[in-house]
């Protein structure tokens, strides 16, 4: 519990590391009827897949300097020398990221999209489909963010973005079937699915990757 609790005053005190990606997410949906006079009154037509790529890019923002400041101070270093369950410190981090941030946009997004459909229903669903997505996409940034260690966030996220396509493209028509009452519960449970392995894999890998810049 300890871990867990520095964890969030580290991430705390980084006021643009945890506030600037929700503030970012907001700005794009408070955009999005603003820009669009020719949908004002069809505006989730194109609602759903401008939610899901603002939570992408909020998560991608929000993984920018994850590891950077231990890497820079040698902290990352402290903690594999004196520490055998480096894996379970970055999913401790991931973990933490998601709740200050992952956690807000998911009920933001469940705000937005009601306030959008005015359907209690459908955004019930989405508030769920924007937890799983955001931690999905939270950690397949993170491994982006590993990396790219020490050579900019670009190169990390030029690599995970293609990995993070096919999770778009399964909340689309995740919103698809739910409108129409058809097998949108199975592409829930794909999801769940994809992030229960996504989960027990990447902090093992993002170890590994982390370990070898260091060597």
Same mark, same amino acid.
């Given at each position: ?26 700005? !794009? ?16 037509? #194109? ?34 020398? /004196? ?12 973990? !933490? ?29 989405? !508030? ?42 399964? +909340? ?14 199975? +592409?829930?449970?794909?999801?769940? #699915? ?5 989960? /027990?894999?990447?902090?093992? !890998? ?10």
């Amino acid at each position: 519990m300890t871990t867990y609790y520095l964890e969030y005053l580290k991430l705390k005190k980084k006021l643009r590391s945890w506030l600037g990606p929700i503030i970012v997410f907001i700005l !794009i949906m408070v955009a999005y009827p603003l820009t669009v006079e020719f949908l004002e009154k069809d505006l989730e037509k #194109g609602f759903y897949s401008l939610l899901w790529i603002s939570i992408l890019l909020s998560m991608m923002f929000s993984t920018e300097d994850i590891f950077l400041e231990d890497f820079n101070d040698g902290t990352l270093e402290q903690i594999i020398i /004196s520490s055998s369950s480096f894996p379970f410190m970055i999913a401790k981090k991931i973990f !933490i990221y998601w709740i200050m941030i992952g956690l807000p946009i998911s009920a933001l997004s469940f705000l937005f999209s009601l306030g959008i459909t005015k359907d209690l229903n459908l955004s019930l669903f989405v !508030i769920f489909l924007a937890m799983i997505s955001s931690y999905i996409f939270l950690n397949l940034f993170v491994f982006g963010s590993a990396l790219s260690l020490n050579k900019g966030s670009v190169l990390g996220a030029l690599i995970t973005m293609p990995i993070a396509l096919p999770v778009l493209i399964v +909340l689309g028509k995740s919103i698809i079937a739910l409108q129409f009452g058809i097998n949108y519960l199975e +592409l829930l449970l794909l999801l769940l #699915g994809c992030l229960s392995i996504i989960i /027990s894999t990447v902090p093992f !890998i993002v170890s590994y990757v982390i370990k070898a810049h260091l060597e």
